[in-house]
């Protein structure tokens, strides 16, 4: 069966596919149709944070399988109800609304934050978020991707949306007291945005601002959250109390689940009616979902993916003093590594199809940046790999930039 041929007749090409056809996956490697073995650091995009085939997924998936896959929200379901109390007790005091994806999760902060504002007598509308922010592709959620490549040829819902500078308090601070906006969403680290890291002193001085100006303080953990950046959620490492955060990616296990965890000032203004989706939340996501969180929550995991990590992080230091003219600067946290090179988009690409070569596989975003999202049971082994495979590319590419 030529997949590839068939893909380009029938699906609508809405990404641009890596010549990777997938057959298999097991714990870091992914293996294609010819058989070919590839250490995964794609990571289904931040989604499959235990790897492949996790025994704890597999265990949910054939004993929730066996139960029920479906009862829609007319009915108690017990691994979602057990899933959301998991993430508050490890989050803010609240309740949580289930969708199935990231996007879900934003069209559910815009309402809710919707309603509020119409509980407050709309003194207050607008949503403030930071510049080159990715929130999700629906219509509303688009309004909040500050990426003109991705919403310019779509039609833009009506309310007010403010773009800030990350890290620019006197700008926020302007635009709190100028536009009256009702709500501030901020990826602690901006995932497609290029792996942006908003520092502990900005997220703090945000939290201080909008408790002192009555803004909702919102983050979205929807490629940060479920242990990535080495604690469960991003913010956690700012130690700020968020209003309303945003989860999906990894959560549901490799299966489609996100939501939102709404703080005390939110949890109760969705009444009956006021929103809602047929699939979410899936039994069966819930159920894998509850295996994740169990074992991100167990210290010896996360720390030995704190450790791995953090091997990850000074190899790539070292390569980094190797090459200075190459690499610009790594950014990110934890298992969320934004290496940005100085070379052509042409150069990048073609780096990371010679790391697939290798048998590695890296993603690439806003063009000239490697992304690395590695699984939490990466082994030391994995990270020589491909610290070697990558320094050998590099060089190839430095000479090539200097020739
Ligand atoms: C991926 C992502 C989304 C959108 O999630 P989808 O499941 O693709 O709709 C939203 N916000 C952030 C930070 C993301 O990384």
């Known amino acids: 069966m030529d997949w590839r041929q068939l893909d380009d007749t029938y699906v609508m090409s809405t990404y641009k596919r890596l010549p990777i056809v997938a057959a298999k996956g097991e714990g870091n490697y992914l293996y294609d149709t010819e058989g070919k073995e590839f250490l995964d650091l794609f990571t289904g995009l931040a989604v499959n944070v235990l790897g492949h085939s996790h025994p704890a997924i597999m265990q949910a998936l054939r004993e929730q399988g066996e139960k029920f896959l479906h ?21 803010i005091p609240g309740k949580v609304f289930f969708g199935n994806s990231g996007a879900e999760a934003t069209e559910a902060a815009i309402k809710l ?31 909040l991707t500050r990426q003109a490549h991705v919403y310019q040829d779509f039609p833009q819902p009506a309310f007010p949306v403010y773009e800030v500078e990350p890290g620019d308090m006197a700008q926020l601070a302007q635009v709190l007291k100028e536009n009256k906006p009702v709500a501030v969403l901020l990826e602690p680290i901006l995932g497609s945005g290029g792996i942006v890291t908003l520092t502990v002193d900005y997220l703090k001085a945000v939290e201080t601002l909008c408790r002192k100006e009555g ?18 959620f991003a913010y956690q490492h700012a130690d700020v109390i968020p209003d309303l955060i945003l989860f999906a990616k990894g959560v549901g296990g490799g299966l489609p689940l996100g939501g939102v965890i709404a703080g005390e000032k939110l949890q109760s203004l969705f009444a009956p009616g006021d929103h809602g989706t047929t ?125």
């Open 113 to 143: 934050i919707h309603k509020y504002a119409a509980g407050q007598g709309h003194e207050r509308s607008g949503i403030v978020v930071v510049k080159n922010s990715f929130h999700g592709r629906t219509l509303g959620a688009l309004r």
């Open 71 to 91: 009862v829609s929200n007319y009915f108690y379901n017990p691994p979602a109800i057990e899933l959301a109390k998991g993430l508050v007790e490890h989050s």
């Open 215 to 232: 803004v909702l303080f919102c983050i979205d953990e929807i490629q940060t959250g479920m242990g990535r950046t080495g604690r469960l």
């Open 279 to 403: 699939f979410a939340p899936s039994p069966l996501s819930a159920a894998l979902g509850n295996a994740v969180l169990k074992t991100v929550l167990d210290e010896t995991f996360m720390q030995n993916a704190r450790d791995n990590a953090s091997s990850l992080w000074s190899g790539l230091e070292r390569i980094g003093a190797e090459f200075p003219g190459l690499i610009s600067e790594v950014r990110g946290k934890g298992m969320m590594l934004g290496i940005v090179l100085e070379a052509a988009p042409e150069q990048v690409s073609q780096l990371q199809r010679a790391m697939m070569d290798k048998g590695i596989l890296v993603d690439v975003t806003q063009k000239t940046i490697v992304r690395l999202l590695p699984a939490l049971i990466l082994e030391p082994a994995h990270v020589d790999r491909f610290l070697a495979a990558f320094r050998e590319e590099l060089s190839k590419l430095h000479k090539g930039v200097t020739a």
